[in-house]
């Protein structure tokens, strides 16, 4: 019923970018005494999102308006090296504290996306008059 809604495709798009960074950071810490294993991060959602053209118009008759097709969903979070932690003799560059300041964040994005979902859907159904 309401996929079709861009402020839904926001928060969802929030929720899985959240969802596959604590993946990321979650091997990041079962890797954390790996001899050579360098730490690993998402790109922020902010440039993901930046990176998307924006959503086309939709036709309402054939011929209103050329259009180039839907807009794809994103494919896949972009992974990054963390080259800015010194890394330790054995050459593993994860740092615990990072990681636990990093699944913080995730925590944080995820609770915003479920937050801006609930409030959305609050408004979609008192704007059909159904109240919460």
Do not use: C
Not at 44 to 70: I, N, Y
């Amino acid at each position: 019923m309401h996929d079709g809604l861009e402020i839904f495709r926001l928060a969802s798009g929030l929720a899985r970018h959240a969802g596959a960074r604590q993946a990321v950071v979650a091997t990041n810490i079962a890797n954390a005494d790996t001899p050579g294993y360098r730490a690993r991060d998402l790109v922020p959602f902010s440039e993901v999102l930046a990176e998307q053209p924006p959503h086309p118009w939709k036709a309402t008759r054939a011929g209103h308006f050329a259009m180039d097709g839907e807009r794809a969903e994103e494919s896949a979070h972009l992974i990054r090296v963390d080259v800015a932690s010194p890394a330790a003799p054995n050459g593993n560059s994860v740092s615990l504290d990072t990681e636990m300041m990093r699944s913080a964040e995730v925590r944080q994005q995820h609770d915003l996306a479920l937050s801006v979902y609930r409030s959305a859907l609050g408004v979609l159904r008192s704007a059909l008059g159904r109240g919460r």
